[in-house]
């Protein structure tokens, strides 16, 4: 299995950008799939899900109104819009997926695979 991120980048505040995973070697549309980051020096943290089902999602409140999460199973692929950004949003961002049915898709033990993150900077 693998989960390729990409999309991350320079950005100023204010500023989008589009995050990108796409997977490989797993039935994708069997799988929920979620965002976290990690920023410098800090815990990685949960950002976003969308359930294998494509009927539910869950954003992080810190980020709510500013990012979506989706996803196309015809493409293997999860995307994490980001809007308005803020310089509290540099990280390194990483995509996940999880087989759980029923799983507590915020915490990072619900996942099985990861993929290698792509930086976020938000210049001030």
């Known amino acids: 299995v693998q989960l390729q991120a990409s999309g991350g980048g320079l950005v100023q505040a204010g500023g989008s950008l589009r995050l990108s995973c796409t997977a490989s070697g797993l039935t994708f549309e069997d799988y929920t799939m979620g965002w976290f980051r990690q920023a410098p020096g800090k815990e990685r943290e949960f950002v976003a899900y969308?359930?294998?089902?494509?009927?539910?999602?869950r954003i992080r409140d810190s980020v709510e109104g500013r990012f979506t999460i989706s996803r196309d199973n015809s493409k293997n692929t999860i995307y994490l819009q980001m809007n308005s950004l803020k310089s509290e949003d540099t990280a390194i961002y990483f995509c996940?997926?999880?087989?759980?049915?029923?799983?507590?898709?915020?915490?990072?033990?619900?996942?099985?695979?990861w993929g290698q993150g792509t930086l976020v900077t938000v210049s001030s």
């Open positions: 996940a997926a999880s087989h759980y049915r029923h799983g507590v898709y915020g915490t990072e033990d619900a996942y099985d695979f």
């Open positions: 969308v359930l294998w089902n494509k009927i539910g999602t």
